[in-house]
């Protein structure tokens, strides 16, 4: 059916009606007294007759009605509820009496589409209808037969009744009285006036959201035109507000579209407009007008965002939150501490305009007018330069007392009322943006809850280049710098915000264990499937909002409790509490509706995390000397008193996150564009929004008196003395470091094992090579080094780093030609395996005897003779034995004893390392039986591989043949795309030694 063409058009099609549907309200009283007369008998099993029991139904109800025509009156009726902040001194929103926001538009003036908009998506027998729906009072009796709240069945005119006729403290009520009353008032109603009428009264008397009252006012505030103007998208986005006044275009602009597709539908199913027309709808951009400051709002964002959760509050308690907040005269007091919310605001704008290059002694006015007191507390970080310009807008912040969970300030954006940075966008409550290295906190509190990985704060983690494989494609994380540190503790991971090191701590537990400590901790957001992420959640690739960031610290703060007011429907692994914005709601008499009390069980408190894992973080993030290296002297992270703190900065710089507590506050700030701009590559979290957590917390405190505490350790957080970068026991050759751990009889993070990595090395002082049997006595010195892990050794190598010695002492090398005889084979200091075969220079006449041994370590305690193939055999390079070594591993000395003609004894001797092991190899990527597209012009290959001494090369096979060398990890190359097919795959790692290992043959087909 084509979309109908005029209004007039209709209303003649339909006044045609009128008459009809007018009596039609008589008799469908008649057929309501048999349905509703029926259930009494079914009900009281009585024997008296359908009418007369609705005779007498409706005499009881009908006696304390209003007259219906008392709707011309009370459509003006409305008492306004006030939000207060928590002091109770200071209005902050006014929800007004209609006719202070409302332009009543005549049914002629309104867009036809928006009234089949309103039908469709409402009640589409409107038209027909005698004011109430037949099949929904049925259903509705059926469910009361059953013992279910009576639901369903409310006409366009039961909700126009509802919200003028009904008195507003029994509208929230879900009785069946309530019920019988709208249905009689609404068959009274469609009597005595035209369907145009009570249409005309229902359009122009509804809520839209954002204040606006009636059609009229709704077009004027989101789309800035009259009603009679909106197009068909903007009548269906429109028309769907009232059932959700939340879900508006301004607040929720991806709800509203939704919506918005959901009344098309409605539309086209009722016959109002084609397919095509509702496609088209669709797709046409919507656009929006700036929410301008109508009434004055203080505290925009927070003041909105209370009245939402005073309505799901009052929904908790049974009652209709969104109609008793609209009408019903409430005083709701906040949570709102309005003198912190005015002094954040202003630090905000200060630090802004400092960084985006404007004068850097700028302290506006806090929006009371005063001096703004939290912008004296305002940092210079030292690499922060001043006076250049750069791309910053915006940015928001939140204060949680973490005892309670009140929210004591919102600030959602600079100006609510800027529409260039989108001002009215809550970024705290609803801006989902990716967190960054503040969210590696959940990552090593995971790890210390997960006892098989035994994570400590003294754990030894590598930061060096590496590549991981995630799903057979390769993921190389970097530093934030650029530079990488070797070995580190978990410690100074945490507190300098490495990002290998935590990607390797993501890697040795599982993502699974880090996303749901992360959901139970309050991260609401991470709600994807767990294969969709990847180990780039390490660093905070998940979006998560402000609000929930911040509430989610909480516990730290704590030492493991979060409180807050319970979740009326809780999700399974997700947080149970919420932060509170609400402290008290009272009706137009006086009665307490709702109040955060622990006895009423508004408020709630839970251990969400052992005191202890809670404890570690905090000493961490507390830890001021272990942040030096990344943060230097001086940085904003640290206040007067005991804190801890996290920044967070995303790829390109496009957000800057500070979230940081003491034991009694909790702030998180953001800065950025609202467009996802970058904001400048020398910015971070450090510089952006540490400076404002700083002079906020400062002032907050101060301005409180509040004294400085710590955190006082739990009975199960033990210290102990380890070996520093290992975080083993002690030996005497380690350097060592006081440490702290979690102990709980049996189960103990406290280290056993005794360090292996410091070792002490005999060394020639001369020339800083290893000692050996030669080296002089007089010239032996012992040093201690760090033998790094073997992924480290290159890293090391290249960096410089102190190694001990690989080379030995050849001191006496010179003095060969002294000797009457040598070894040639095998070389000094050469890796061997298997059969080996020992070569020398024996020449004749001058030596009348030798023997051929071997020993471990560099100065064996004990000898073993190795046969000789012919000891008689002289010359310059003769095959003195075949020395078996495959039942050996390690360093070993060999020595050559000769007996001189003279009586006199000479010995030569030479170091090898014998390795028999070969290396381990395991392939990465492609994964077996992958097809590839050809497009894409190269597949990468990579494998990893590992040795017991030494990875010499690796060789890449393509169908067989050798098609790259790679000499040094990452062990990766790419084959270029030449044929279609399957193609088969493999590689092959050779050790210092000549062992060898193949990896499996991975056969990839290439498609065009």
Known sequence: MARLGTWHTVRKRRARRKSAAQTKARGALGVLALLIGGALVT?????????????????????????????????????TTLIYDRTGQTVLYQVLDPSGDRQYVPLDQIAPDLINATIAIEDRSFYENPGFDIRGILRALWLTLQGDVVQGGSTITQQLVKNTLIAPEERTQLSQARKIKEIILAAEISRLYSKNQILEWYLNTNFYGNLAYGVGTAARVYFGKAARDLTLGEA???????????????????????????????MVAAGFITPEQAEQAAAQPIITQPLTERFGIVAPHFALFARAQAERLLDSQGLDGARLVLGGGLRIYTTLDLDLYFQAECAMRAHVERIRGGDPRAAPNSGEGKACLAADYLPVPPNLRLGVPRNVTNAASVLIRPQTGEILAMVGSLDYYDRRIQGSFNVVAQGLRQPASAFK????????????????????????????????????????????????????????????????????????????????????????????????????????????LTYAYTPFATLGTMAGAPVANPRVGFRALDPIAILRIEDR??????????????????????????????????????????????????????????TGTTNDVRDAWTVGYTPDLVMGVWVGNNDNTPMGDDLSGATAAAPIWHAVMEYAHRRDNLPPRGWQAPSTIVEATVCQRSGLLPTPDCPRMREIFYADGALSTVPTQADTYWRRYRVNSRNGLRATAETPPELIAERVYFEYPPEAQLWARQTGQPLPPTEYDTARTARLSLLAGNLSAPQSLARVRGAVEVRGRLPQGKIIAYQLEYGAGISPERWFALPLIDSAARGEDIRLAIWDTSALDGLYTLRLSMVLDDQSFQAHTVQVTVDNQPPSVQWIAPLPNDAINASVGVVPLMISAADNVEIAYVEFFWNGTVIARVDQPPYMTEWRVTRLGAQLFHAIAYDAAGNTRRSETVEVLIVE
């Open 589 to 646: 008499n006086g009665r307490i509706l709702w109040q955060l009390d622990e006895q009423r069980g508004t408020l709630a408190k839970q251990s969400v995390l052992q005191d202890a894992l809670a404890y570690l973080i905090t000493h961490i993030l507390s830890d001021t000397q272990a942040r030096l290296p990344a943060f230097g002297e001086g940085n904003a992270l640290q206040l007067s008193r005991p804190a801890a703190a996290k």
């Open 441 to 548: 906190p959940f990552v090593y509190v995971a790890a210390f809850a997960a006892p098989e990985a035994r994570f400590t704060p003294a754990t030894m983690l590598l930061d060096i280049p590496t590549t991981f494989n995630q799903d057979g494609i390769p993921y190389t994380p970097r530093n934030e710098d650029g530079q990488f540190r070797g070995v580190v503790t978990v410690r100074e991971a945490l507190a300098n915000s490495y990002n290998v090191p935590t990607v390797r701590t993501l890697s040795a537990i599982t993502i699974g264990q880090v996303i749901r400590t992360a959901r139970q901790l309050g991260l609401n957001t991470l709600n994807r499937p767990l294969d969709e992420y990847g180990l780039s959640l390490a660093l905070g690739s998940a979006e998560v909002t402000l609000l929930d």
């Open 236 to 266: 269906a986005m429109l028309a769907a507000i009232p059932q959700n006044p939340q879900l508006n275009p301004l607040d929720a602009p991806m709800a509203a579209r939704q919506r918005q597709i959901v009344v098309l539908e409605s």
């Open 43 to 79: 009900l009281a099993l009585a024997a008296i007759s359908a009418t007369a029991a609705f005779i007498g139904l409706y005499n009881f109800y009908a006696r304390d009605l209003p007259p219906p025509s008392e709707i011309v009156k009370v459509s003006e009726q409305f008492e």
